[in-house]
Every structure is written in C-alpha cells, then in structure tokens.
C-alpha cells in the first residue's frame, strides 16, 4: 500500500497515469482548500467556488491524459480554475444585462 501522503504532486500524478485513482484523490485533498479559495476570492461566492474548484478537477482528470506534460505544475491547475471563475462572472454579467 502507498504512502500518498509522502508523495509528491508529480509521483501522485505518475500514479494517476497509471490508473490510481487513490493517487488522484490525495492530490485534490491537498489543492482543494487554495483552489477553492482562489475561486472565492474571485466571485465572492463561496458555494459556487466549492462547486467551480470541484469542476477544475474534473477537467484536470479528464484531460490528464492528453495535458500530461503540465500536470504537475500549480499553475496548470490554477489556470483552470481561474478560467472557470471568470465564465462565471460573464455569465453573471450576462445575466443581469438580460
């Protein structure tokens, strides 16, 4: 059995490739918090930044395969998640010129 903890995000992420799905989760365990307060700070929110943060890591999932080389880097994720805030605040806006 694997120590995750004592992994770091680019052994967690190898694993990951390697199907471990455990690997995956004790990454998001540790980048969930600052993702999601980075989310939060952007749309003053805080249910929708839990919600956005959860959807940066599903699309770092689903896309592993294929952004592999930039996986294990903070800023990857972080661009994600920015990305997504700032739909939102387009959607926002949207709304209220509706």
């Known amino acids: 059995m694997r ?23 004790e990454f998001t365990r540790r980048h969930r918090n600052p993702i ?3 989310i939060h700070r952007m749309l003053d929110d805080y249910d929708r930044a839990i919600d956005l ?28 998640a920015h990305e997504l805030a700032v739909e939102e605040l387009c959607r926002r806006r949207r709304q209220v010129n509706d």
């Open 3 to 25: 120590d995750y903890e004592k992994m770091s995000d680019q052994e967690l992420l190898a694993a990951t490739l390697e199907g471990d799905e455990a690997a995956f989760a």
């Open 53 to 80: 943060a959860q959807e940066t890591f599903v699309r770092v999932y689903m896309n592993f395969e294929r952004d592999q080389a930039h996986h294990g880097s903070p800023t990857y994720i972080y661009r994600i």
């Open 36 to 38: 999601t307060n980075h």
